[in-house]
Nanobody
Framework: QVQLVESGGGLVQAGGSLRLSCAAS????????MGWFRQAPGKEREFVAQ????????YYTNSVKGRFTISRDNAKNTVYLQMNSLKPEDTAVYYC?????????????????WGQGTQVTVSS
């Protein structure tokens, strides 16, 4: 498993931007697909975005397409989530996840390592 530590959350006004970072401990980071999930109060955790191990392909849930961008720097063992045009409905705890699989998946079961989460709050 991989140890993951998220950072970059905070309070922002609607229309603003934040960039989340997730630092991974594994020397084999480049072999892991990485994903971002979120959980709003009173709701189940949901998929947000995923990037393949090489960074060559990405996948987003429809509600964030065109506003969020996932990227990774394998030299720094870090994955990012750039969030623009934030909306109050984006308010949630955001989790970083890692999985050793090929391709794209939004299933939580595909990921076997999770961070502790970082709070993102968007005010209207």
């Amino acid at each position: 498993q991989v140890q993951l530590v998220e950072s970059g959350g905070g309070l922002v006004q609607a229309g603003g931007s934040l960039r989340l970072s997730c630092a991974a401990s594994a020397r084999t980071f480049s072999q892991y697909a990485m994903g971002w999930f979120r959980q709003a109060p009173g709701k189940e955790r949901e998929f947000v975005a995923q990037i393949t191990s090489s960074g060559g392909s990405t996948y987003y849930t429809n509600s964030v397409k065109g506003r969020f961008t996932i990227s990774r720097d394998n030299a720094k063992n870090t994955v990012y989530l750039q969030m623009n045009s934030l909306k109050p409905e984006d308010t949630a705890v955001y989790y970083c996840a890692a999985g050793r699989f090929v391709g794209l998946s939004e299933r939580e079961a595909a990921f076997d390592s999770w961070g502790q989460g970082t709070q993102v709050t968007v005010s209207s």
